[in-house]
């Protein structure tokens, strides 16, 4: 029950970014995802960015997945 | 798209299904509790995907599914009202009460408007101080927050004329409640990965530890559910009982502690009414006393109401605990199709059998 | 909506002509054989990127002659305005509506105006008819219609999709979101003389409008008594759209399009048919997209990414977006 989308951190002025994912951009609230930076993905659910996406985690696990030999 | 395709790839996809196949999971009955996560396992055909002793059952992940019908009534009624103007996430547009539904009123007038956010709710409370603008705040812990933010925003700035109607509801209780009751044998739940990223891995640990449940919290893509399906064969066919996070790139072991205050802050916990299942102890949230000015509730004069009983025939109830498959309700894809729903099962985008009827069972 | 057709409609109107349900009616009149359609539009805003009401209402109606495979001649428009309609939105439509005549080479031959008080239409309503001729050869016209599709038939789509529905959204209040998507909506009757000079076995031609290419998909397989089979990744839809799609939760195969033609085309005809179509400029990302079975009939199956298989129903509504 919960769509959301990855979207990149265009720009942020105090509790508001504009995010973007693949040409779509729009405003969303970050009061709940602090220490954020341009170049950020969160995940945007109903116009809040609820978490930070974890670059490093995401690299982890698509390499564990390439690991697999099936 | 950057963070969604690459969980996409058919050739992922294949090797976890291999992988799934060579783990050899036995007979195994898996439970995802999220809207998002039965539509995702219908548009990819998930269940095709996995060998045929391991079935994936949905439980009552769809909020706009376990919403009372009381409430769905009272939120209408507020919507038929001349003076109010009614915001509301597009899920719950279609959504029978007992008589109708935000829908046809507003075919009968009524001023009903989808929202993509609850700001734009708040928004619309101050382009037009005529009238008054209820929000129905519908969804889980993903979306609460949210809310949350938007009820604090509007007793800061003193918005007159904007209130919420809020049914949000809980899925850790749900889960226990599930467990306690008559539910069928679950060799594992698919948790919800948006819902997590607020909550926390954590708090899941009492029901693998308490219940002895496998437990794997997933991402939406179809890579993701099925690296979680087989996380959750190797736990079953091992004897573990643990909490795992498929979803590490969004989830964290203590969530999101900023979301949690801010929910906090306006919310508290109270008893709920989930469609089909009754009343579960402390798995609803309502607004603060402090806020109650902004409490459509208390605004409009709600009081209790009486459960209203389902449709003769439907049976979502039993559907969402999991007990059975829209398949085996009499009226599925006769009497009770999206054009013409009973319940809400069919209604909303993510119920069960809309899923079903969408994409075709199994 | 396609019970109300079905019982209400064609159950009290119903004659050879109706019955054939296809978007526009097809006879004969003397030697002539006309194609006959109507259509009414409502859009919520009524400017969106790439077009407006009255662009949308003209191409619309040239659009169901062009899928008779008819040569669109006149069109009539008429408008139920809500009393206090501003002058210079007005003025804009019809001026927009003037321009998209010209463009697709119809004279309008006739209207009419009704003014409604307020509240009994958002702002502007306008329906228009269209009438066309068919291509005739020693006197046997070209016909095509949703109930000849046959099995062994190719699918092909003229381009992508998602384009006009998601435009359109991108400027309703309370879902605003800002990209570079714009409205396919163009007339396609050049596109489909196109087809049909290079290609003498085209069945069926249908646009995707609203309901999408899932619910144009269903109508012919319905229609034809075949099965419908086409695959996800053969489906071209532009990554801005695609993207508004998954923010918004909806699925891109029910969204209007406004600019793009299905034709379902005998075999041995397909290879020409998608040549002429990717040699004009609104075809040029035409693709196969997939094939017509003998069964399960009035089906329509999407083969995904993955190899397996789903069914794609008819609409019942609007695409909703939602958070959940």
């Known amino acids: 029950m919960c769509l959301a989308i990855p979207m990149r951190i265009v720009s942020l002025e105090g509790g508001e970014a504009v995010v973007e994912q693949s040409g779509v951009s729009r405003r969303a609230r970050v009061d709940l995802v602090p220490d954020l930076t341009v170049g950020d993905y969160v995940l945007v659910h109903a116009g809040f960015a609820i978490a930070k996406v974890q670059e490093e985690e995401a690299i982890e696990t698509l390499a564990l997945l390439q690991e697999m030999s099936f | 798209m950057r963070h969604i395709d690459e969980y996409r790839d058919p050739e992922q996809v294949r090797k976890l299904v291999a992988a799934i196949r060579e783990a050899s999971p036995p007979p195994m009955t898996i439970m995802e509790v999220c809207g998002t996560h039965t539509m995702a396992v219908g548009r990819y055909g998930i269940r095709q995907l996995l060998p045929q002793q391991v079935r994936l059952i949905s439980g009552p992940g769809c909020p706009v599914c376990v919403t009372p019908q009381s409430d769905i009534d009272a939120f209408l009624g507020l919507a038929a009202r001349p003076g109010v103007t009614v915001t509301t996430f597009g899920d719950m547009l279609r959504v029978p009460g007992s008589k109708s539904s935000l829908e046809a009123e507003r075919a009968r007038g009524a001023d009903v408007r989808i929202v993509y956010s609850p700001t734009d709710g708040l928004e619309t409370a101050r382009r037009n101080l005529a009238k008054e603008t209820v929000f129905f705040g519908v969804g889980f812990e993903t979306t609460a927050p949210g809310v949350a933010l938007t009820l604090a925003a509007a007793a800061r700035e003193n918005v007159p004329n904007f209130s919420l109607y809020c049914v949000h509801k809980l899925i850790p209780p749900a889960l226990s409640a599930l467990l306690s009751g008559e539910a069928p044998a679950v060799d594992g739940f698919l948790l919800p990965g948006h819902v997590s990223t607020i909550i926390g891995t954590s708090a899941y640990e009492p029901i693998a530890r308490d219940f002895h449940v496998p437990c794997v919290i997933s991402g939406f893509e179809p890579v993701d559910i099925l690296q979680s399906v087989l996380m959750l064969a190797r736990q079953v066919k091992e004897g573990r009982a643990e909490v795992e996070n498929q979803y590490r790139r969004a989830v964290t072991p203590n969530g999101n502690f900023a979301a949690q205050q801010a929910v906090e802050a306006v919310f508290e916990p109270c008893d709920s009414s989930w469609r089909g299942i009754g009343v579960i102890p402390a798995s609803g949230l309502k607004v603060r006393q402090e806020y109650e000015a902004y409490d459509a509730l208390h605004r409009f004069g709600i009081s209790e109401m009486a459960e209203i009983p389902e449709p003769a025939g439907c049976l979502c109830g039993e559907v969402l605990k999991g007990r059975a498959r829209p398949a085996d309700c009499p009226l599925f894809g006769s009497s009770c199709t999206p054009a013409e729903p009973v319940g809400p099962c069919m209604v909303s985008s993510e119920g069960t059998c809309a899923a079903w009827y969408h994409y075709g069972g199994e | 909506m396609a019970e109300l057709i079905d019982q209400l409609f064609l159950g009290k109107l119903g004659n050879p002509v109706l019955d054939q349900r296809d978007d526009s009616g097809v006879f004969q009149i003397g030697n002539s054989y006309v194609a006959f359609t109507t259509d009414s539009f409502v859009v919520d805003p009524l400017f969106f990127p790439g077009g407006d009401i009255g662009r949308l209402a003209v191409f619309g109606t040239v659009n169901d002659l062009a899928c008779a495979a008819a040569t669109p001649l006149y069109i009539t428009s008429s408008f139920i305005l809500e009393e206090g309609l501003d002058m210079a939105t007005l003025e804009a439509v019809v001026d927009s509506m003037r321009a998209a005549a010209d463009e697709a080479g119809v004279t309008v031959a006739a209207g009419d105006t009704k003014v409604v008080p307020n509240g009994a239409a958002d702002r502007m309503f306008i329906t228009t008819a269209g009438i066309g001729l068919l291509r005739t050869d020693s006197g046997r016209p070209y016909l095509v219609s949703g109930s000849l599709a046959r099995p062994g038939d190719a699918v092909l789509l003229s381009g992508t999709l998602a384009d006009h529905g998601m435009a359109v959204m991108s400027r309703r209040e309370g879902l605003a979101f800002e990209s570079e998507i714009v409205s396919d909506a163009a007339p396609i009757s050049g596109l489909v003389a196109a087809v049909l000079d290079a290609c003498p076995s085209v069945h069926a031609l249908r646009d995707p409008t609203r309901g999408g290419l899932a619910s144009a998909l269903n109508e012919i397989a319905r229609q034809s008594g075949v099965c419908m089979e086409v695959e996800e990744s053969a489906i071209p839809v532009g990554e801005p759209a695609r993207a508004a799609c998954e923010l918004l939760g909806i699925d891109p195969l029910y969204v209007a399009n406004e600019g793009k033609v ?42 995904t990414p993955y190899g397996n298989r789903r069914i794609l129903v008819l609409a019942h509504g609007e695409p909703l977006p939602r958070i959940c």
Do not use: F, N
């Open chain 3, 262 to 303: 299905v034709a379902i085309i005998a075999p041995e005809g397909a290879d020409a048919a998608l040549e002429a179509m990717r040699s004009h400029p609104l075809g040029r990302q035409a693709v196969r997209i997939g094939k017509v079975l003998e069964s399960p009939a009035g089906r329509v199956h999407l083969i």
